[in-house]
């Protein structure tokens, strides 16, 4: 037996096997005639929920983040977005919630590390989340963060333009156009990052040129998480893994900072 032949029979004996007409390979609706103008739309709602998330709406995010998903599937709909081009056919949603799980055990281990070490401990520390009171932080993992940020973001990066850049350039491709958007994306959202994490402070400083290398970090880090992100997104056939993943992540590190700064740092 073939070491890929191999590779197959235990991948289909962990995740189980997938309904047939959802086997299809991404981007193999390449043929079709590119759809340029919902590209257009799709970024130009990004746009638009960026700002109104960051800066002009910053109370109703979840509700901008919503609207906003609700508006992707119909971009997604009439571009003619197949369901394997998306990330969402039925027949691999079981591989993708295994998958899922599977990270937010390892997310779990990784921070309980980090918290524990004191080496490590200051890497938690976030003066967004000093004055959190339990219920708050429970709130922002629970609800903010899956529908005011992870269902905007994964729909738009890693269903809608990987979709259309796998039509367009196929898998490599696909994952340069999403993780390079998934970058600039950040830039609001780490505008004063220096400022609010002691860590990353320390390490670029407080004025504006630590504010600069601060945001510019962010960008390049977050496309990097971006191209994790398209890699499991690609290797699940599943949306659900790296929506998962983006939760455990930002998630779990809310709960963890909150138990560091009121718990073991008291």
Known sequence: MSTESAFEEWDERTFGPADEESVAEPGEGAYRRFPYWWLAAALVLMLVINVLNNELAKSYFI???????????????????????????????????KAGGGLVALMLVVYSVGALLPSTRHLFVDTRYEHM???????????????????????????????????????????????????????????????????????????????????????????????????????????????????ATNGLGILFSYFVIHTLLK
Request: hydrophobic share 55%.
């Open 133 to 247: 009171t339990l219920g708050t932080a429970l709130f922002a993992a629970f609800v903010k963060i899956p529908f005011g940020t992870v269902m905007f973001e994964e729909t738009m990066f890693r269903g809608v333009l990987y979709g259309m850049g796998l039509r367009r350039w196929g898998a490599r491709g696909a994952i340069i156009f999403s993780s390079v958007f998934f970058g600039f994306w950040h830039v609001l959202p780490s505008t004063g990052l220096n400022n609010s994490s002691s860590a990353i402070g320390n390490l670029v400083g407080r004025g504006s040129l630590g504010e600069f290398l601060a945001v510019l970090g962010a960008v390049i880090f977050t496309a990097l998480a971006g191209v994790v992100f398209c890699l499991l997104r690609r290797w699940s056939r599943s949306l659900l893994t790296p929506m998962v993943l983006h939760w």
């Open 63 to 97: 509700v901008t983040s919503i609207v906003g998903t609700w508006l992707l599937v119909i971009i997604a709909h009439r571009a003619d977005l197949h369901d394997h081009e998306l990330g969402v056919a039925p027949g691999w949603l079981k591989r993708g919630a």
